[in-house]
C-alpha cells in the first residue's frame, strides 16, 4: 500500500509532466486524470509515481490538440495499443480536414482583401443581358440589405454576376472585354437598374476601396458598394459529382416539367428557365436537394424546393433558405 509519504504534490507533477498546475487540476474536475489521493482538511492533491507516465501521455495530446472527451477513453485504454491507435488516427484525420477548412477560409480573407480595387470593361448589350438574367433573385428583404444587389465577381476563371433571394440562386457568366485585378462587389438594386436602362456601347467598372466607378457614353458616375459582407454562396452551389439525374428542356411560357418528388414555386422554375437560353438541363438530386438549372453557356439558377409536406401554396419563408443567414 502507497503512504501518503509515497505521493507526489500537484507542483512536483506539473514539473515532470510539462503540465501547468492549473491544467492538472482541470484534468482532476474533468475526470481525466484524478489524484490518488486528496487531504480531507486541505485540498492537497496528491498523486503516485505511476501516475507520471499518464501525466506525460496526457500532456502530449494536449500538445495536438485532442478534445477532453478524447483524452479520456485515451488514457482509459492506454493498455490498449489498437484502441489508442484508432484514436490517434481519427484525432488526425480530424486535424486534416480543419486544416484544409482554414486553408480554404484563408483563400476566401484573400479574396476578400483583393475585393479592394479592380477594374473590367464590357460591352454594353453583354452587361445588360447578364444583368437582366439575375435581377429577379434579388432579395427584397430589409433583414438581409447585403442581398439587396447583385454580386459581381472577378476571378482566374472569368467574370460573373450573381443575385439570391435566400430561396434561390442566378448566376451568369458576363464576357470581358479587358480588366485588371480580381475581386467582387456588390452592385445595389438602383444601380443595376441604371445600368439596364442605359445603352451605351462600352462601360467600364472600376473599384477602389469599395468605391465604384461607372464610365460609358456621356457619363461617369462614382458610387458606393453596398456595405457589408456578401454571403459565400460559392459554398452552396453543388459539384459536378452531385449533379447525378439530368432531364433536358426547351423553356416555353407555358412548360411545367414533371419533376418528380421534387417541389418547386412554378414562377421561379420559369424565371429560371427563361434566363436559361434556348436550351436548358436540371440536375435533381431528391426532393430536398436544390434543383439546379443550367444554361448552355454557363449560366446557373439554384431553386430551394417545397418540402413535401408542405401545402400547395407554400410561403417563400417555408422553403429551406439557399444563402447563410
Keep these: ?17 510539462g503540465l501547468t498546475v492549473s491544467a492538472l487540476r482541470f484534468y482532476d474536475r474533468e475526470g481525466v486524470l484524478v489524484p490518488a489521493a486528496v487531504d480531507p482538511s486541505t ?20 500538445r495536438i490538440g485532442m478534445p477532453v472527451n478524447d483524452l479520456r477513453v485515451a488514457l482509459d485504454l492506454r493498455t490498449d495499443d489498437e484502441a489508442v491507435d484508432e ?22 480573407i484573400r479574396e476578400r482583401r483583393s475585393t479592394l480595387s479592380f477594374s473590367v470593361s464590357v460591352a454594353g448589350d453583354e452587361l445588360r443581358s447578364a444583368l437582366r438574367r439575375v435581377r429577379f433573385a ?29 430561396h434561390r440562386l442566378a448566376r451568369a ?17 438602383p444601380l443595376v437598374d441604371d445600368l439596364l436602362a442605359d445603352s451605351s456601347p462600352n462601360v467600364q467598372i472600376s473599384v477602389a476601396d469599395q468605391r465604384i466607378t461607372l464610365r460609358g457614353n456621356g ?3 462614382v458610387t458606393s458598394a453596398l456595405a457589408g459582407e456578401y454571403p459565400d454562396v460559392d459554398l452552396i452551389l453543388p459539384g459536378s459529382e452531385r449533379l447525378d439525374r439530368m432531364v433536358r428542356l426547351t423553356p416555353a411560357p407555358d412548360t411545367y416539367p414533371d419533376l418528380g418528388a421534387v417541389r418547386v414555386r412554378n414562377e421561379f422554375l420559369l424565371d429560371a428557365l427563361g434566363s436559361a437560353g434556348s436550351e436548358a438541363v436540371l440536375h435533381l438530386d431528391g426532393p430536398l436537394a ?3 438549372v443550367l444554361g448552355n453557356d454557363g449560366y446557373l ?7 413535401p409536406d408542405s401545402a400547395a401554396d407554400t410561403d417563400r419563408a417555408e422553403q429551406p433558405k439557399a444563402a447563410a443567414q
Design 1 to 17: 500500500m502507497i503512504g501518503v509519504e509515497d505521493l507526489m504534490t500537484i507542483g512536483t507533477l506539473a514539473g515532470r509532466c
Design 43 to 62: 485540498g492537497y492533491r496528491r498523486y503516485s509515481g505511476v501516475q507520471v507516465a499518464d501525466a506525460v501521455l496526457l500532456a502530449s495530446l494536449r
Design 87 to 108: 484514436l490517434l488516427d481519427e484525432h488526425l484525420r480530424r486535424l486534416e480536414v480543419a486544416v484544409e477548412a482554414a486553408r480554404s477560409e484563408v483563400d476566401r
Design 138 to 166: 434579388v432579395c427584397d428583404d430589409d433583414a438581409f440589405p447585403m442581398l439587396h444587389g447583385v454580386r459581381l465577381q472577378l476571378t482566374g476563371d472569368g467574370a460573373n454576376v450573381l443575385a439570391t433571394d435566400r
Design 173 to 189: 457568366p458576363l464576357t470581358m472585354l479587358d480588366h485588371t485585378g480580381a475581386g467582387s462587389v456588390v452592385l445595389s438594386c
Design 219 to 221: 457619363f461617369d458616375t
Design 290 to 292: 436544390p434543383v439546379v
Design 301 to 307: 439558377n439554384l431553386i430551394m424546393p417545397i418540402r
